[in-house]
């Protein structure tokens, strides 16, 4: 899709719904270096983050290709068996974390990809699962090989039954969305009463995020719609009828670090090619891998890695109607 054919809209901040906001700054699509100039813009009334102007829904399907990293295969379809034994390594590790809370029951992913998490979570055989997936290619990817209930579209034009999940995550998810707080709202109407909420975010207290400037990869442009800094997360998830009972870094990535380094790279690597080349050998070597252990080991410990996980649960009993964004007059 060329530049001038790109569909644009203009939005009201999804949480007190101002458009009022001052440029954080503009920046290209590092990664699958697509056309287009993108805005992130914080909201001058509650701090929210979220592109303005931002492609229109149509558009931004076209920068989620099928080989998009969130859609790749499943464990059990890699015959290396390093190679299955590390597609199973992160979904082993949120699952875990998840059943801290909730042991089993009925488990619902939003923005499932291909079935990475589900396929483990089914793998315990103490969850029925139930996934949503905006992409045809990975949703019937998960539905071939997984079975069982997949549904493709957007999260909030899915029937899904009142109150009858005990676990909803969103891995990775809630930043794409157009609409997350409306979302997280439906999310809240689905679970039921005393049910668990686990979401990972792009954390913008990261020393990744500090280092690394526009060149995170947390913000991903254009694909992030939203970031949440901690004090407007925090009141987003109380009026939604939420509780946080911890934030937590689960594991951090040794590829997700190697991506804001590409992405930083890309600043000056044209008119330094083979430094850039050099930069890159030197950080995917196992000299360095192993340096990095302690220091991304310690990153998670601190909440300071490149994602944050929230895990939050609904009232036993619902004190919440009709909930509304803050009032902020």
Known sequence: MLDDELQW????????????????????????????????????RCGLIRQNPRLAWASLQSYYPEGYISHPRLAKDEKNPIKRWDKRYGPWKRL????????????????????????????TGKWTVVGVEPSP???????????????????????????????????????????????LRHAVRLLKAGGWLAFSIPNLDSLEARIFGPY????????????????????????????????????????????????????????????KASLLQVYNSLPMRALLVPLLWSLDRLKRSTLITVFAQKASVSTHGNVHGPDLS
Request: overall charge negative; some cysteine.
């Open 9 to 44: 809209e203009e939005t009201a901040c999804n949480w007190c719904g101002s458009f009022e906001a001052q440029l954080i700054f503009e920046g290209p699509d590092r990664l699958e270096h697509l056309p287009g100039c993108f805005r992130l813009v914080r909201c001058s």
């Open 137 to 183: 290619h990975a949703a019937s990817y998960a539905r071939q090989r997984l079975g069982g209930q997949i549904y493709q579209g957007r999260f909030s034009e899915i029937d899904l039954a009142a109150e009858s999940f005990d676990a909803i995550v969103l891995w990775n998810v809630l930043e794409h969305l157009e609409s997350p707080v409306d979302d």
């Open 216 to 275: 995170w990869v947390g913000w991903d442009l254009p694909r992030h719609l939203y970031l949440f800094p901690r004090q407007a997360l925090e009141e987003i998830l109380d009026e939604v009828g939420l509780k946080v009972a911890e934030y937590r870094c689960i594991s951090s990535s040794y590829s997700v670090l190697g991506l804001s380094l590409d992405f930083w790279a890309q600043s000056w690597g044209e008119d330094h090619p083979h430094l």
């Open 96 to 123: 875990r974390a998840v059943q801290r809370y909730q042991p089993g029951g009925r488990l619902l992913e939003v923005g499932c990809g291909s079935g990475q998490f589900l396929e483990e979570a089914l793998r």
